[in-house]
């Protein structure tokens, strides 16, 4: 949930004139950068949008969340947010099946991959929610009303 921690912390005066940058601690409260774990850009409105367009990133520059909010005070996520997981630099490498499926090859690690992707209401998971593999593959689809899973699926 990671839409919501980010979204009850960042309380701030927004600048629509251009992008902001604010650095997070681990509860995702903002800090100064000497404290950060991460930072969050957030985008100005374009004309005729409603909505705040926020990407999190690691301090290494990973992404973490790309998603959008309602509200200037980015406490009500709403719209199509992308989650991501940031890996470790311990491995470099991974073993994964080829393209049919019948050997196994070594391919370079990404630092980090999509996780899930899929539609925020108010805060809440909304419809399709698609889970993938570290490869990029998909795992599985969620689908989601009101925030509550009703059906996973392959």
């Known amino acids: 949930m990671k839409y919501i921690v ?16 604010i650095y997070l601690d681990q509860r995702n409260f903002a800090t100064d ?8 850009i957030i985008f100005p409105k374009v004309a005729d949008d409603s909505l705040y367009r926020v990407k999190q990133y690691s301090l290494s520059g990973q992404i973490i969340v790309d998603g959008t909010f309602r509200d200037e005070a980015l ?3 709403n719209g ?6 940031v890996l470790s630099d311990k491995f470099s490498e991974y073993q994964a099946l080829d393209g049919d499926g019948s050997t196994k090859v070594t391919r370079p690690r990404p630092k980090s991959y999509l996780t899930e992707q899929g539609h925020i209401v108010n805060n809440k998971k909304e419809g399709a929610w698609r889970v993938f593999f570290l490869d990029g593959t998909l795992k599985r689809i969620e689908n989601y009303k009101n925030g509550i ?6």
């Open 80 to 85: 199509f947010f992308k989650n991501y997981k």
């Open 6 to 21: 980010l979204s009850i912390i960042i309380a701030f005066a927004f600048s629509a004139s251009a992008q902001k940058k």
């Open 33 to 40: 950068s000497s404290s950060a774990k991460t930072y969050a």
């Open 75 to 77: 406490t009500i996520a």
């Open 149 to 154: 899973l009703e059906k996973a699926s392959k």
